[in-house]
């Protein structure tokens, strides 16, 4: 079993600098959505950004629906494939709304990529994303993300939703993994 004491490096973002972030990305969003016609539509990806749509969603002060899709990248191990599978869509029509996915963390950029396509397909009025986390230096193909709250550099990360083998998404700060845990 993987403890915090054997796996963890050191602590990249504190929970206060987390909900720092987190409170300007949700004043910046109410402000770029003010006076919609309809609530705008968070759409969380599941898992990883559980933690991040429920503390953003409280920090959005105009309307907001929130709906989840589940997807996970075909593979094992730390490396995207860039195949894309949906485990859950959505249950909701995005016609003609204002929709902001919501991740964790932009890597590749494979996932969103993939999303942003899939999306855009249904006709929404308008489609942009938030991503909690950006790895500019890994990306594989370009993705515009509109909202970012930090980017980082290439290390592997957990906490805050984000997770090594399912492990460490419940950690309140986002925490550098020992590369030891990862390469073996
Ligand atoms: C993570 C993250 C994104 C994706 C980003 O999900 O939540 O969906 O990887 O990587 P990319 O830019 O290289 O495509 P993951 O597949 O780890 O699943 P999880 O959210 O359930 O942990």
Known sequence: MLTREKSIQGVLFSSEEIQTRVRDLGQQISTDYANLENPLILIGILNGSFVLCADLMRQITIPVEIHFMSVSSYGSGTESTGIV???????????GRDVLIVE?????????SYLRELFADRQP????????LDKPETRQKPVEVRYI????????????GLDYNHYFRELPYIAILKSEVYQG
């Open 149 to 160: 709250g930090f980017s980082i550099p290439n290390e592997f990360v957990v906490g805050y």
């Open 125 to 132: 009025k308008s489609l942009e994303i938030c991503a909690f």
């Open 85 to 95: 599978r949906i485990d859950k869509d959505l249950r909701v029509d995005i016609t």
């Open 104 to 112: 964790d963390i932009v890597d590749t950029g494979l996932t969103l």
